[in-house]
């Protein structure tokens, strides 16, 4: 079942187009991987997904409801959450409270919910009382994604999760990510680690100039000999 569809999406900053036409479909349950060069526009359609950016054209879906043009806060009371590369904690609050920003559009209890998060990403469990501008970047970021999974999203966005991390992070950050998706939750993740991305997807998309250049599943264009070439360093 399709749970999100980005349709002949046309959008980009003050008047320039960086995103042409592009199309983009995901399932429930599924991850979504968008792969290519730097300046192909990945950001810019997650930042367009969730409202920070008001597409020129075309239309955002969620469970088929038109979300074109929603203000971030309203889609995220619709089911999406998104996790930034940069910005992405509150640095001089405690890492609970940071959840608890998370949780600021909750009018129930969420103190399940949290217990929850502290069961997925146990070190912050145990540091919940320390400031998270005082943490290393890979918890730093597993706060970012605690803090997204507060409102029990049925879509999450994952801006460039592994940038700047040591590579045993990195490999943690993966193994979160495919923890967290075994829950049901659907993503879209855009990663500058393209094969490991790819490697974890049920679905890619290959972004060029902002365009759609090709799409399969991830152990497909893995197997694809130009997608190799071009974009996952022969």
């Avoid at 002949?8 to 060069?37: C, E, F, M, W």
């Avoid at 997204?148 to 700047?164: F, H, K, Q, T």
């Amino acid at each position: 079942m399709t749970i999100l569809e980005v349709e002949h999406i046309t959008a980009g900053y003050s008047k320039i187009d960086i995103l042409h036409d592009v199309r983009i479909r995901v399932n429930a349950g599924q991850i979504v991987s968008v792969i290519g060069p730097n300046g192909a526009g990945k950001s810019t359609l997650l930042k367009t997904i969730f409202g920070i950016l008001k597409p020129r054209n075309g239309k955002v879906i969620l469970n088929s409801e038109d979300i074109t043009g929603f203000k971030p806060d309203r889609i995220a009371r619709k089911g999406i959450s998104y996790v930034p590369q940069v910005d992405n904690v509150f640095p001089t609050l405690t890492i609970e409270e940071n959840l608890e920003m998370g949780a600021f559009i909750r009018n129930d209890d969420y103190s399940r919910r949290m217990t929850e998060i502290y069961e997925l990403f146990p070190v912050l469990g145990e540091r919940k009382k320390q400031k998270a501008g005082q943490l290393s970047g890979g918890q730093r970021q597993m706060v970012a994604m605690g803090r997204a999974l507060m409102l029990d999203p049925r879509v999450l966005l994952l801006d460039e999760p592994s940038a700047g991390l040591a590579p045993v992070l990195v490999a943690s950050i993966f193994e979160k990510i495919i923890e967290i998706n075994a829950t049901g939750v659907a993503m879209i993740i855009v990663e500058q680690n393209a094969r490991e991305a790819l490697k974890m997807a049920h679905h890619g998309y290959v972004l060029s100039m902002g365009k759609n250049v090709l799409d399969n599943s991830g152990e497909a264009l893995l197997a694809n000999e130009e997608v190799g070439k071009l974009y996952l360093g022969g």
